[in-house]
T-cell receptor, first 115, second 111 residues
Framework: DAGVIQSPRHEVTEMGQEVTLRCKPI?????LFWYRQTMMRGLELLIY????????DSGMPEDRFSAKMPNASFSTLKIQPSEPRDSAVYFC?????????????FGPGTRLTVT | SQQGEEDPQALSIQEGENATMNCSYK?????LQWYRQNSGRGLVHLIL?????REKHSGRLRVTLDTSKKSSSLLITASRAADTASYFC???????????FGKGTMLLVSP
């Protein structure tokens, strides 16, 4: 298996532009997570999907952030409009929640820079 | 909010030495996991210990869990330069699959 796939790996955009980050989870995993990592705040959970349904989006910073999971093999995280404080590394992770293990597999991340 | 808090924030040792990192948490857990992150990469799962377990081994890794003290430790024996990375503990509560991560310990192993 190729693992969790994220694209793009790097994104540089200007303030006010729309940014879309993409994630393909590991086949067979039924849970998907979006995280944001910064030096100041560490690793923060933004949103969690189970069986394609958003379960917990309490970590989404504000209405400028939205996430979708139209099917079991694809998810997007959109920021519109983007702001410089959104600059961070965004990780997608997936897991198979049967067996009560909760082990998560992370993608390589998307480094977002908003100027 | 961050539940796990790692200690120390940074650790510098020589190859061959053992490295010990600690994690404290605040609420009851279903399990506790340790992850490694190499610079510029995603996190990689290392080991999971359930709330009813006290100690677990995996290769050069040894994890302990003391639920009465709400703490865990990760021991890396005979460290190598390749072990240089940040190490995070993450706690999982009951009922959900989400993890709460600490801010990590940066480990530097010098040849």
């Amino acid at each position: 298996d190729a693992g969790v796939i994220q694209s793009p790996r790097h994104e540089v955009t200007e303030m006010g532009q729309e940014v879309t980050l993409r994630c393909k989870p590991i086949s067979g995993h039924n849970s998907l997570f979006w995280y944001r990592q910064t030096m100041m705040r560490g690793l923060e959970l933004l949103i969690y999907f189970n069986n394609n349904v958003p379960i917990d989006d309490s970590g989404m910073p504000e209405d400028r952030f939205s996430a979708k999971m139209p099917n079991a093999s694809f998810s997007t995280l959109k920021i519109q409009p983007s702001e410089p404080r959104d600059s961070a590394v965004y990780f997608c992770a997936s897991s198979e929640t049967s067996g009560n293990s909760y082990e998560q597999y992370f993608g390589p991340g998307t480094r977002l820079t908003v100027t | 909010s961050q539940q796990g808090e790692e200690d120390p924030q940074a650790l510098s040792i020589q190859e061959g030495e053992n490295a010990t990192m600690n994690c404290s948490y605040k609420t009851s857990i279903n399990n506790l996991q340790w992850y490694r992150q190499n610079s510029g990469r995603g996190l990689v799962h290392l080991i999971l210990i359930r709330s009813n377990e006290r100690e677990k081994h995996s290769g050069r890794l040894r994890v302990t869990l003391d639920t009465s003290k709400k703490s865990s430790s990760l021991l890396i024996t005979a460290s190598r330069a390749a072990d240089t990375a940040s190490y995070f503990c993450a706690t999982a509560g009951g009922g959900y699959s989400t993890l709460t991560f600490g801010k990590g310990t940066m480990l530097l192993v010098s040849p």
